[in-house]
């Protein structure tokens, strides 16, 4: 039996996953409508464009520190220099850009490699416990921590592509506009980037990078074809593809970006039906776990109630 202390603690518990969960959905409603008001007041001119916002306090001063700690590590020449290009590759095609974000990471490791063991041995309750009991729970820990930051970015990178292959036609029909409305092709990456920062900043920040390339580098080609190798993304790797076709072979820029989204909406749409198409199969299971013993009852039901009283009298 629980105590009274013990429900205490467990409604005080509800109750706090109850506000932080509400506190969490405010705050995440607040924000897009502070990033709607925000995008348009910049698209009818009566405020500039926000810049990016700087983290300030004990969180700053917290990522700070493990920048620090992972630069220092990284620099240090413990981790082999391929092992470093493959973390950086992997940090850009999630969204994380230049070295801090790779320091970062590499610091986050670190901390929590030693900080969850650390913590697990003041928190947990292993005081009375066996040496090989407690060396296996913080050597558990430990490789929690280590992997931890890789779970978490894996899965922030396959969040970040999943927004850009759907956010992509978007972008796509904007350059048609664009190429439309006479302007080049850096014009028009550059217009899409700027005109997508607040709707959907993935592609905005993936087309913005492929403008600064092209404006710092003499071989256009290569800046074209780096917006898909930055990412690993098929239809990103297309784009980059039929856009430098179209300046090496003077083909009409506006069909082929037509034809493209065509192609990327209808592929959209063939994932969407198969996803449905899984629909019953993955509903099976639950039909006959909790729907069919429902109808055994209501159907068979009074037909054995009938049998056990035949019997009892």
Do not use: N
Not at 8 to 28: E, H, K, T
Not at 45 to 67: Q, S
Not at 162 to 172: F, K, M, Y
Not at 229 to 239: A, N, Q
């Amino acid at each position: 039996m629980i105590g009274l202390s013990g429900r205490i603690l467990f409604a005080a518990g509800a109750g706090w996953l109850v506000i932080l969960v509400g506190a969490a959905f405010l705050l995440r409603l607040a924000e897009s409508q502070r990033r709607l008001r925000r995008r348009l007041a910049y698209a009818s001119g009566t405020a500039a464009a926000e810049p990016g916002r700087r983290g300030a306090g004990a969180r700053g001063l917290a990522m700070a520190a493990l920048t620090g700690l992972g630069r220092s590590i990284g620099q240090s020449g413990v981790l082999p220099a391929r092992t470093v290009a493959e973390l950086q590759q992997t940090l850009a095609a999630s969204g994380f850009r230049g070295s801090d974000g790779l320091w970062l990471f590499i610091g986050a490791k670190i901390a929590a490699f030693v900080g969850l063991p650390l913590l697990g041995s003041f928190v947990l309750p292993l005081g009375d416990a066996r040496p090989a009991t407690r060396l296996v729970v913080l050597a558990g820990l430990a490789a929690g921590g280590l992997l931890a930051p890789d779970m978490i970015v894996r899965r922030i990178r396959s969040g970040y592509l999943a927004r850009l292959e759907r956010h992509l036609p978007d972008a796509l029909d904007l350059l048609v506009i664009c190429a439309q409305a006479g302007l080049g092709l850096e014009a028009a990456i550059e217009r899409v980037a700027e005109e997508m920062r607040e709707s959907h900043r993935e592609i905005a920040r993936e087309f913005a990078f492929a403008a600064h390339e092209l404006q710092i580098t003499a071989d256009t080609r290569q800046a074209l074809l780096g917006l898909g190798r930055r990412t690993g993304l098929d239809s990103l790797k297309r784009l980059a593809a039929t856009l430098a076709q179209s300046l090496q072979y003077g083909t009409p820029l506006s069909a082929a970006l037509r034809t493209l989204s065509a192609e990327m909406r209808q592929e959209m749409l063939t994932r969407f039906e198969e996803r449905a198409a899984r629909l019953p199969v993955l509903l099976t299971l639950p039909m006959v776990v909790f729907i069919l013993p429902c109808i055994f009852i209501v159907v068979a039901g009074p037909a054995v109630i009938r049998i056990m009283h035949a019997f009892g009298h």
